[in-house]
């Protein structure tokens, strides 16, 4: 069966330091999204790709968080400099084309801890 | 803008009684509505969706929802709780006005009791 595949499953880094997350979403699906989940909150919508394009990142973090999916496939988003307060589960999730009547599949998240 | 709301933070329940866990939403357009369950560590697992038709629809693992427009809410239930079932529960809802953008609520925690 086919997965989100994400990693690195935990990380832990330095406040000020530099942190990096990858997907690589179901094969042909082209919406691709990123999510911040603190804990025991719901998830928050950080990006939102169609293929290469972004289509919504109203929510991001622009001064330190950078996402890209350069050739419409896997994903990579960017934390530089990271805070303490951006310790949370980060989750990618897919969708096919026009996915509005198909469910997003997710992956099993990073877990980020900001010591 | 969309919205969902969750208005239980937790539901507490005894095994093989229902289980019902309540959400609302606000969206323009025709909504497409979704329940999601996580459990520890792990990411968001698929239980069902409203689309169109039939307002009851069935899920994984023996779970239904309700679809009502005329309250704006999407319940989801189930008739006889597992000690299982415990995990956190999540509502979404996404509609094409706003390029299927997917909104979730805060989260409901099920805790089914033996």
């Known amino acids: 069966e086919a997965e989100v595949a994400q990693s690195p499953r935990y990380k832990i880094t330095e406040k000020s330091q530099a942190v990096a997350f990858w997907c690589d979403p179901i094969?042909?699906?082209?919406?691709l999204y990123w999510y911040r989940q603190i804990l025991g909150q719901g998830p928050e919508l950080l990006v939102q790709f169609q293929d290469e394009s972004v289509v919504d990142d109203s929510q991001l973090p622009k001064d330190r968080f950078s996402a890209e999916r350069l050739k419409g496939v896997d994903s990579t988003l960017k934390i530089q400099p990271a805070e303490l307060g951006d310790s949370a589960m980060y989750l990618c999730a897919s969708s096919p084309q026009g996915g509005g009547v198909t469910e997003a599949f997710f992956g099993q998240g990073t877990r980020l801890t900001v010591v | 803008a969309q919205s969902v709301a969750q208005p239980e933070d937790q539901v507490n329940v005894a095994e093989g009684n229902p289980l019902t866990v309540k959400c609302t939403y606000s969206v323009s357009g025709n909504p497409y509505l979704f329940w999601y369950v996580q459990y520890p560590n792990r990411g968001l697992q698929f239980l069902l969706k409203y689309i169109t038709g039939d307002n009851l629809v069935k899920g994984s693992y023996g779970f239904e929802a309700e679809f009502n427009k005329s309250q704006t809410s999407f319940h989801l239930k189930k008739p006889s709780a597992l000690v299982s079932d415990s995990a956190l529960y999540f509502c979404a809802v996404r509609a094409l006005v706003t390029g299927n953008k997917l909104t979730f609520g805060g989260g409901t925690r099920v805790l089914v009791k033996p």
């Open positions: 094969s042909g699906h082209a919406t």
